[in-house]
């Protein structure tokens, strides 16, 4: 597990603006109704994200954190991951996640990101350049949401697993060489799920593939070390936010 109930994000490292949040139901090509939390800045910058939770799918670490993207100007929704199996019900501690983590597809997950798309785009924020924002089981995710045509202007993954076979389609590792869009890599050094050499290795093979990428790992900082209760960790955190922000920023530019 990534969160618990008590996780906080951290504070952006900039001049925090106003933003509203609220929850909402999005639904998918299928007809699938999966929860959402969506969070609008008063003084737009013109960029959005999609924050993909990690296994416990949408709590209050990932609301808390859309209302922080939010407040630094960039539009952003964060998604469930459990609609198809779990309807709507909370995402709390109490929540047995793994037996629906066990069920989840690409193909529909991948139809989950079209729908969160569809409503950023016809929001206020329109077609602005379009980020996801992953988390461990999220961070996997979100850099395989780089072998799709899903239209990104780049992804950002933290603590992203190299090992979990989705859907029996190969490993990160396996398949990182399919990535179409920039990535910008956090991970912690002693984090004992994710060794360096994996994290080298997904490196080696971004650069093999040309495709523009940044993979960082803080010495000593575990999975999980981006969180407001870690106050061990929090240069590491907040070279972390820097890091998304100026990623978002730079390649939204590039796109203007």
Same mark, same amino acid.
């Given at each position: 597990?990534?969160?618990?109930?008590?996780?906080?994000?951290?504070?952006?490292?900039?001049?925090? *603006?106003?933003?509203?949040?609220?929850?909402?139901?999005?639904?998918?090509?299928?007809?699938?109704?999966?929860?959402?939390? &969506?969070?609008?800045?008063?003084?737009?910058?013109?960029?959005?994200?999609?924050?993909? +939770?990690? =296994?416990?799918?949408?709590?209050?670490?990932?609301? /808390? @954190?859309?209302?922080?993207?939010?407040?630094? *100007?960039?539009?952003?929704?964060? !998604?469930?991951?459990?609609?198809?199996?779990?309807? %709507?019900?909370?995402?709390?501690?109490?929540? /047995?996640?793994? +037996?629906?983590? #066990? #069920?989840?597809?690409?193909?529909?997950?991948?139809?989950? =990101?079209?729908?969160?798309?569809?409503?950023?785009? &016809?929001?206020?924020?329109?077609?602005? +350049?379009? $980020?996801? =924002?992953?988390?461990?089981?999220?961070?996997?995710?979100?850099? %395989? &949401?780089?072998?799709?045509?899903?239209?990104?202007?780049? %992804?950002?993954?933290?603590?992203?697993?190299? &090992?979990?076979?989705?859907?029996?389609? *190969?490993? @990160? @590792?396996?398949?990182? *060489? /399919? !990535?179409?869009?920039?990535? %910008?890599?956090?991970?912690?050094?002693?984090? #004992?799920?994710?060794?360096?050499?994996? =994290?080298?290795?997904?490196?080696?093979?971004?650069?093999?593939?040309?495709?523009?990428?940044?993979?960082?790992?803080?010495?000593?900082?575990?999975?999980?070390? $981006?969180?407001?209760?870690?106050?061990? $960790?929090?240069?590491?955190?907040?070279?972390?936010?820097?890091?998304? @922000?100026? $990623?978002?920023?730079?390649?939204?530019?590039?796109?203007?």
């Amino acid at each position: 597990m990534c969160y618990d109930d008590n996780a906080r994000p951290p504070l952006p490292p900039v001049d925090g *603006g106003s933003a509203h949040g609220e929850d909402i139901v999005l639904t998918a090509a299928d007809g699938t109704r999966f929860a959402a939390y &969506s969070a609008y800045p008063d003084k737009p910058l013109g960029a959005q994200v999609i924050i993909y +939770p990690d =296994v416990r799918g949408l709590h209050q670490f990932y609301k /808390e @954190l859309t209302l922080r993207f939010a407040e630094t *100007g960039i539009q952003a929704v964060a !998604i469930d991951y459990f609609g198809r199996t779990a309807g %709507l019900t909370a995402r709390n501690d109490s929540f /047995e996640y793994m +037996p629906h983590v #066990q #069920q989840m597809h690409l193909e529909t997950f991948f139809s989950d =990101v079209k729908a969160a798309q569809e409503y950023l785009h &016809s929001s206020q924020g329109g077609n602005a +350049p379009t $980020f996801a =924002v992953g988390f461990c089981l999220g961070g996997t995710l979100s850099m %395989l &949401s780089g072998t799709q045509d899903l239209g990104f202007t780049g %992804l950002v993954g933290f603590y992203a697993g190299m &090992s979990r076979n989705m859907d029996g389609k *190969g490993t @990160l @590792l396996d398949r990182a *060489g /399919e !990535i179409k869009y920039p990535v %910008l890599g956090l991970f912690g050094g002693a984090d #004992q799920g994710i060794p360096n050499d994996q =994290v080298q290795a997904l490196d080696q093979k971004l650069g093999n593939t040309g495709i523009e990428h940044e993979i960082i790992s803080y010495p000593g900082a575990p999975h999980s070390f $981006f969180d407001r209760r870690s106050t061990e $960790f929090a240069e590491a955190s907040t070279d972390a936010w820097n890091r998304v @922000l100026r $990623f978002i920023t730079a390649h939204s530019n590039r796109q203007a």
